[in-house]
């Protein structure tokens, strides 16, 4: 089973930065679409940005001109480089990847998700 496994996440005063990274557990045959979620307590979880197999990246309002998507495509690494921090990011943040193992078919897969705090 494929796993992704997320780190950089920590606590951080206002106005900091974290670079979250996000890779899979095993050699892949293909990675399509990647992307970033995350959730606040008693919130739903939601996207805060995306980037496809060919590098065009979706970043929500929220986190325009704050937060980066990027992603090495050699290793299947994606990146939330996060600046500027603000206490209303705090939530757990979640790798999402569409990966095509080798020898299955393609399928969502999901990260256990990273806990960003922002507080003084």
């Known amino acids: 089973q494929v796993k992704l496994v997320e780190s950089g996440g920590g606590l951080v005063q206002p106005g900091g930065s974290l670079r979250l990274s996000c890779a899979a557990s095993e050699s892949i045959f293909r990675v399509y679409d990647m992307g970033w979620y995350r959730q606040a307590p008693d919130e739903q979880r939601e996207l805060v940005a995306s980037?496809?197999?060919?590098?065009?990246?979706d970043t929500v309002d929220l986190a325009k001109g704050r937060f980066t998507i990027s992603r090495d495509f050699a290793k299947d690494i994606v990146y939330l480089q996060m600046n500027n921090l603000k206490p209303e990011d705090t939530a757990v943040y979640y790798c999402?990847?569409?990966?095509?193992?080798?020898?299955?078919?393609?399928?969502?897969?999901w990260g256990q998700g990273t806990q960003v705090t922002v507080s003084s």
């Open positions: 999402k990847a569409h990966i095509a193992p080798w020898g299955r078919p393609a399928d969502d897969y």
């Open positions: 980037i496809t197999d060919r590098g065009n990246t």
